[in-house]
Nanobody
Framework: QVQLVESGGGLVQSGGSLRLSCAASGFTSSTYAMKWYRQAPGKERELVAT????????NYADSVKGRFTMSRDNAKNTVYLQMNSLKPEDTAVYYC???????????WGQGTQVTVSS
């Protein structure tokens, strides 16, 4: 059974840090492009970070560049999102997303809440 399970969300003060984890099962996440999205109340879901398969390069939204870092641990079939210097505007539900395979498949996690207090 394919699953993406996020963890690590919570309440943190402005300027603090959190590390989100996304544990994959039922497929090999290193062969998929992995992404983190977030959705704040009343707003559309936005792409935060991408980790590609080829070369493992990363891309970030301008709003988080220099503060967030995405990485993967292939042995644990898990990707991470290290979030530093958090701001109240980072408050959202964060979702893990995977796309890849042939035929192409895509999977979503259930989301984890991140709340940054000012």
């Amino acid at each position: 059974q394919v699953q993406l399970v996020e963890s690590g969300g919570g309440l943190v003060q402005s300027g603090g840090s959190l590390r989100l984890s996304c544990a994959a099962s039922g497929f090999t996440s290193s062969t998929y492009a992995m992404k983190w999205y977030r959705q704040a109340p009343g707003k559309e879901r936005e792409l935060v970070a991408t980790l590609t398969t080829t070369g493992g390069s990363t891309n970030y939204a301008d709003s988080v560049k220099g503060r967030f870092t995405m990485s993967r641990d292939n042995a644990k079939n898990t990707v991470y999102l290290q979030m530093n210097s958090l701001k109240p505007e980072d408050t959202a539900v964060y979702y893990c997303y995977a796309i890849g395979g042939f035929p192409v498949q895509q999977f979503w996690g259930q989301g984890t809440q991140v709340t940054v207090s000012s």
